[in-house]
């Protein structure tokens, strides 16, 4: 009888309060890819760090290889052959490379033999076709390649099963190419890959089958030729998502926002450019293109040297610090949500007053029945689905945090508002309630500066695009011009 | 009772303190009475009252290791004020001093970019020898009557340390729990880069929060001063480590984010209660310290245990 490579069969698992997991099934075969898709909270994280030992399910069992197996912490999986390769890589970033490939299983002999762990990290990275210096620090690496690191990690464990959490929300489309190409490596090596990502084109692009989930349930189980993007999405969502991209705004002819000659040293030379009222102006370009620096610079968190910065008319003098920015009716919802837009272990509440204490507050009194009032009506207008205003910002999902974000900084009325990757790592269906935010306040005369790294989002929604490419504008498209293709011209410079 | 549990996780000082009043209510028959229980409460003031700084300190993610060498520095060039016989000025300067260490440390930490154990650090090396050498290492004493009450004195039976304490304890939690300078303490010790890119001057508040750190120091050398008709260069050691004690034992976290003025207020209040029980228990006083320091580290384990 044949046995399947991974089965799990019939997990549930349930936190106070929570069924995070409902008899769920998975199995996957040797050298085989499997996308895990479904939406924020719908248990995929939940699955994956039972197969991984960090959780224990309340019922169910375990079968690698046919062998029923108990796995009571993380290194009963590693020792099993089940690596998972976190979005938060945990490497040690002042240790070289080497030493990260074999930390923990350091061969013992009188001492750590360094340059016998060079030699063999070496045959790892070169198998997989890795052009890393094993004697490098890690820290001195960028995203990509401490991806790289943690995979050949995984190898010198002799993993079976690999498990990658969102492995491309950070990379560019050329390192996403060649972690694809890495995958199929590992595949003819015969190590499974559980992928999970939000991104649909990619799934279909690298795995053999899918799984879905939702709710704590599968939802649907195949192979990909079965299965269409809008089949997926469905199945993900409960319900039928009508328009994935929203767009209804209509930008007016007068000039919101304008700047000249906009530096931020090191990172953006000499932009010139103006957005209009109601308009949605997105900005797009590869990771290290100077589209994030060009955020926090226009918003006073990073030095910046400009000619001049206009809003409605205003001449903006100094900009120092994000204070000058906000007061002046230019907000940004940042990139980096957990570490720049909210404080985690606060509530919602105090989250939403922080940029708006002045208007429910003097020096000497802070009023919380108005606070709350304030926070409760923002819960409302924004859809941020939380038991109450007091819940802790930590325990939200990943949109429901996004739109807490976006809430805090929008309460202050801002006339220029630049979102910057405002979807990264939330589900569908916060996705299009962002982009319905971003039309609803384009159609109130607000200028928008949409910046993402994805392009389908960047495409269907912008009215006008600007590309950078090293600090530096190379296209500035409108109309019939936007186009993926045209974009990736212009970011890798072609154009 | 998971919720009784629960809520003694987070204010582990008023766990123990229960704990103690029982176990001590029975060991001996001079803890409960009312004389005692005012005693505990006039030791624990000048103790209670720094950490309460120490307390908004740590909860914007910061340290005050000066506090103890600030206290003895403002004592005792108040002290030489009072000995002239300005009772008034006297204060007042002793209260300039706390507030002008307080400043410094806050404007090397949020302008200096130091680490706050770094700065307050070197600023209690300095207090301490400014202390020194200005006193000469003597001790200072002979102060006006008047000034004897906000030591000895007493308003309906309460000594008034411990109404000078309630007074600050009360002004603390409305500071930290009903102004914006006490949400911001909170968020920035939460996360310092979202609170400033929310537009608020971080830089500002950190050294007002080390500044009222600075002037509490002062006022509870007052108090200290005013019982003890004098002024002592050996001031305040080791008050830093007390202080920081209470206010871990009221539930704050080193990292910053979580704390309160009512949870310190039970922390101090139960570090006083050992010394006291120890005391009527005729415990030898070396051994107190090993006691508060086991009674730490059970309150630390008990709130990291979920």
Redesign the interface.
């Given at each position: 009888m044949r046995v399947t490579f991974l089965l799990m069969e019939g997990i549930t698992k349930t936190f106070p309060g929570v069924l995070a997991l409902d008899s769920v099934t998975f199995e996957m075969e040797k050298g085989e890819v499997c996308a895990l898709v479904g939406e924020n909270g719908a248990g995929k994280s939940t699955l994956i760090k039972i197969l991984s030992g960090v959780h224990r399910p309340d019922r169910g069992k375990i079968f690698l290889e046919g062998k029923e197996r108990d796995f009571r912490s993380p290194i009963d999986a590693i020792r099993a052959g089940v690596a998972v390769i976190y979005q938060e890589l945990s490497l040690a970033e002042n240790l070289p490379v080497y030493a990260n490939v074999f930390l923990g299983k350091e061969p013992w002999k009188f001492g750590i033999n360094h340059s016998y762990l060079e030699e063999r990290t070496k045959l790892i990275l070169e198998e997989l076709g890795f052009d890393i210096d094993p004697k490098i620090e890690v820290g001195k690496l960028n995203v990509s390649e401490k991806q790289l690191v943690a995979i050949a990690k995984a190898l010198a464990y002799d993993a079976k099963i690999i498990v990658m959490d969102e492995p491309t929300a950070t990379l560019t489309e050329y390192e996403v190419e060649r972690l694809f190409e890495i995958i199929k490596r590992l595949k003819k090596r015969g190590v499974s890959v559980v992928f999970i990502s939000h991104r649909l084109d990619e799934i279909f692009e690298v795995a053999d089958k899918v799984v879905i989930l939702r709710d704590g349930k599968k939802v649907g189980e195949g192979k990909l030729e079965d299965f269409s993007r809008d089949d997926i999405i469905n199945l993900m969502v409960g319900r039928k998502i009508e328009d994935m991209y929203p767009k209804y705004n209509s930008p007016e002819d007068d000039v919101a926002f304008r700047v000249k000659n906009f530096e931020v040293p090191g990172y953006v030379s000499k932009l010139s450019f103006e957005v209009r009222k109601g308009e949605i102006f997105g900005v797009a370009g590869l990771v290290g293109c100077g589209k994030s620096e060009l955020a926090l610079g226009l918003?006073g968190?990073m030095k910046s040297r400009f000619d001049e910065m206009m809003i409605f008319g205003r001449k903006i003098g100094k900009l120092k610090?994000?204070?000058d920015?906000?007061?002046n009716g230019l907000v940004?919802i940042?990139e980096e949500r957990k570490?720049?837009?909210?404080?985690?272990?606060?509530s919602v509440v105090?989250n939403i007053?922080?940029?708006n204490?002045d208007k429910v507050?003097n020096?000497?009194?802070?009023s919380?029945r108005k606070t709350t009032n304030l926070a409760e009506s923002a819960v409302r207008k924004f859809n941020i689905k939380t038991p109450s205003v007091r819940q802790l910002v930590k325990n939200l999902s990943g949109g429901n945090q996004q739109k807490v974000v976006i809430g805090?900084y929008i309460f202050r009325e801002p006339d220029v508002i630049i979102l910057a990757e405002p979807t990264r790592g939330i589900d569908v269906g916060a996705k299009v309630e962002v982009y319905r935010m971003m039309n609803d306040l384009a159609n109130l005369g607000k200028a928008i500066l949409f910046i993402s790294s994805e392009l389908p989002e960047i495409v269907s929604l912008s009215d006008r695009v600007m590309v950078l490419h090293r600090g530096k504008m190379t296209a500035l498209l409108h109309g019939d011009q936007i186009t993926q293709e045209n974009i990736l011209k212009a970011a890798t410079g072609v154009m | 009772m998971k919720r009784i549990m629960e809520f003694f996780r987070r204010n582990p000082a008023l766990g123990g303190l229960i704990g103690l009043y029982i176990f001590l209510g029975f060991l001996s028959d001079r803890f409960l009475i009312l004389s005692n229980q005012v005693n505990i409460l006039r030791q624990v003031s000048t103790q209670a009252i720094i950490a309460f700084g120490m307390t908004i300190v740590i909860i914007s993610g910061g340290i005050d290791l000066s506090v103890g060498s600030v206290f003895a520095f403002s004592a005792v060039v108040g002290a030489s004020i009072l000995k002239q016989g300005e009772v008034l000025l006297g204060i007042l300067v002793a209260m300039g001093i706390g507030a002008l260490f307080g400043s410094a440390n806050g404007l090397l930490v949020a302008k200096g970019k130091m680490q706050p154990f770094i700065a307050t650090l070197a600023t209690m090396a300095i207090a301490r020898s400014f202390t020194l050498v200005y006193t000469n290492g003597m001790p200072i004493t002979g102060f006006p009557r008047a000034f004897g009450y906000i030591g000895r004195g007493e308003i309906l039976g309460i000594p008034v340390p411990v109404i000078i304490m309630l007074v600050v304890l009360i002004t603390m939690w409305y500071l930290l729990r009903?102004?914006?300078?006490?949400?911001y303490s909170?968020?920035i010790g939460?996360?310092e880069?979202?609170?400033?890119?929310?537009?608020?001057?971080v830089d500002i508040y950190k050294i007002i929060f080390y500044t009222i750190s600075g002037i509490l120091s002062a006022v509870s050398a007052i108090i200290l001063m005013a019982r003890l008709n004098s002024a002592q260069p050996i001031f305040g050691l080791g008050y830093e480590l007390d202080a920081i004690a209470a206010v871990v034992l009221g539930g704050a976290s080193l990292s910053g984010?979580?704390g309160g003025i009512i949870g310190t207020f039970f922390g101090a209040l139960l570090m006083g209660v050992i010394n006291n029980g120890l005391n009527l228990l005729d415990v030898s006083p070396f051994y107190q310290q090993a006691v508060k320091g086991i009674v730490i580290l059970l309150a630390v384990l008990l709130e990291k245990k979920e």
């Open positions: 918003f968190a610090s994000p204070i920015a906000l007061r940004l940042p570490k720049h837009g909210l404080v985690l272990g606060m105090e007053a922080l940029p204490v507050s020096p000497m009194y802070l919380w805090k | 009903m102004t914006k300078i006490g949400l909170y968020s939460g996360n880069e979202a609170t400033r890119l929310s537009g608020i001057r984010g979580t």
